[in-house]
């Protein structure tokens, strides 16, 4: 299982040029950075970044994250993983783009 992180493009810019992140201005306000599981992402892309283009989809494997991260009860009482660390490059198993199509995020196959 993986779970997952939307960034602007800027957002994932600063990650790339420092290594490390507190993450997009919400999980800085919040104190930990916000994920989702691949059940959750599309309604949180949908929630959060609407008719934004330009994000990239980053997937992390949770069990190499250790015990800073933690889930906890979120939007509609699901549990969502959230990072109480900095996000480090080397966490990220992969990354993606999220296009824009025809008003919706793309998601890449086989991932939700």
């Known amino acids: ?9 800027d957002e994932w810019a600063e990650l790339q040029a420092a290594g490390v992140t507190n993450g997009a201005p919400v999980d800085v306000a919040d104190g930990f ?3 989702s599981t691949a059940e959750q992402v599309a309604e949180t892309a949908a929630k959060h970044f ?3 283009d330009g994000l990239i989809l980053l997937a ?7 015990p800073t991260l933690k889930w906890e009860t979120s939007r509609g009482g699901a549990l969502f993983p959230h ?5 480090r490059m080397a ?8 296009p824009l199509v025809d008003g919706a995020h ?3 196959e086989g991932m939700a």
């Open 83 to 87: 990072l109480y660390r900095p996000l």
């Open 1 to 9: 299982m993986l779970i997952y992180k939307i960034f602007r493009a």
């Open 50 to 52: 609407a008719g934004q």
């Open 91 to 98: 966490d990220i198993r992969w990354h993606k783009p999220l």
């Open 60 to 66: 992390l494997d949770p069990q190499t994250l250790g």
């Open 33 to 35: 950075v916000h994920f």
């Open 106 to 108: 793309r998601f890449p």
